[in-house]
């Protein structure tokens, strides 16, 4: 190759290698494609990136695996807790705000009633998925614990944002000054009822926690996770279901387990032998209503249950059945 070819060709890699170094100095959370933090406004929620926590194996060996956090942040209670995320409490909790997520009410002491009232605020759902052998696998971040007590894994909650109690601000100027505890130990996730420390809690009363890892689930100590906290809001869900649905007491079967979830809408039967159903409610509670639906009552049989996203219109106060 002559030298001026040569030299220009050296010129170009160079130019290629300095924008790859410039894009990562401008956005240091990249990797890969994955940023640490991303907020999906349309949707509802924020994912993040993370790993399970490595210091899991020195607590199992010195504290008998007891967990009290599915997720802290950087510098955090790793070895008490199943994820470590790539971010810290501070940032999550200005992703939940941004979200249009306001903060609720820490876990609190009622010394008259001598009782601890748990966290109130919006309800979130928790997702964990990683690759393994070329897969997605994707789970509720429950599925990573097992309950020592119910010998189960911990049962699908809706966790509570607190957004943390309130501490004084040791490092500001103002006297007065009050800051979340969770920015000081980057507790995110916590699994007992009424610590206050972090941004989410579990709304299960419990006076400690009874969890650790669960062996059958947790992919390896170090294995590269995303984390969706995920928005438990209210939405429409309009369902069509095919098989042998009619003329079984499917749409009974449909309003009795409405009713007892507290789903609102109407089931109603189609000329071309489907069942339609319109429900409204939140998305966790939703979600085991399909599962439900599924089943059907015994004298059915479910081939197919297609499920559409709607906007939830609020004109739903019970749940009918039309003919």
């Known amino acids: 190759m002559p030298r001026t070819l040569q030299y220009i060709s050296y010129l170009i890699a160079f130019s290629f290698v300095w924008i790859a170094i410039s894009q990562v100095a401008l956005n240091p959370d990249a990797i890969g494609s994955e940023k640490a933090l991303q907020i999906i406004g349309n949707e509802g929620k924020i994912v993040l990136t993370g790993e399970i926590s490595k210091a899991l194996g020195t607590y199992d060996e010195h504290l008998k695996g007891a967990v009290e956090y599915l997720l802290?942040?950087?510098?955090?209670?790793?070895y008490e807790s199943i994820i470590v995320?790539?971010?810290?409490?501070?940032?999550?909790?200005?992703?939940?705000?941004?979200?249009?997520?306001?903060?609720?009410?820490?876990?609190?002491?009622?010394?008259?009633?001598?009782?601890?009232?748990?966290?109130?605020?919006?309800?979130?759902?928790?997702?964990?998925e990683w690759e393994t052998n070329g897969e997605t696998k994707r789970v509720r971040g429950e599925d990573l614990l097992y309950n020592t007590q119910t010998e189960k894994p911990m049962q699908h909650v809706t966790w509570v944002f607190s957004g943390s109690r309130e501490v004084p601000d040791l490092d500001s100027e103002d006297e007065d000054a009050m800051i979340p505890q969770a920015f000081i130990g980057n507790d995110i996730?916590?699994?007992?009822?009424?610590?206050?420390?972090?941004?989410?809690?579990?709304?299960i009363p419990s006076e400690e926690s009874?969890?650790?890892?669960?062996?059958?689930?947790?992919?390896p100590l170090g294995t590269s996770v995303k984390v969706?906290?995920?928005v438990n809001a209210k939405m429409q869900r309009y369902i069509l279901i095919s098989g042998k649905v009619q003329g079984?007491?499917?749409?009974?079967?449909?309003?009795?387990?409405?009713?007892?979830?507290?789903?609102?809408?109407?089931?109603?039967?189609?000329?071309?032998?489907?069942?339609?159903?319109?429900?409204e409610g939140d998305k966790a509670t939703l979600d085991e209503f399909v599962k439900i639906l599924w089943q059907g009552p015994p004298a059915s049989r479910v081939e197919d249950v297609k499920v559409?996203?709607?906007?939830?219109?609020?004109?739903?106060?019970?749940?009918?059945?039309k003919y």
């Open 189 to 203: 996730i916590a699994l007992n009822y009424i610590d206050g420390s972090a941004l989410f809690q579990s709304p």
């Open 228 to 230: 969706t906290i995920e």
């Open 308 to 321: 559409e996203a709607r906007p939830h219109s609020g004109k739903y106060t019970v749940f009918g059945i």
């Open 248 to 279: 079984v007491g499917f749409r009974y079967f449909t309003r009795q387990n409405a009713t007892r979830l507290g789903v609102h809408g109407y089931a109603k039967n189609l000329p071309n032998g489907k069942v339609e159903v319109v429900a």
């Open 210 to 219: 009874p969890y650790k890892k669960n062996a059958e689930t947790l992919p």
């Open 85 to 128: 995320v790539n971010s810290s409490a501070e940032e999550i909790h200005d992703a939940m705000h941004k979200l249009g997520v306001e903060r609720g009410t820490p876990p609190m002491y009622d010394e008259e009633k001598d009782t601890t009232i748990g966290a109130t605020g919006t309800g979130v759902l928790v997702f964990v």
């Open 72 to 78: 802290c942040g950087p510098g955090g209670k790793e």
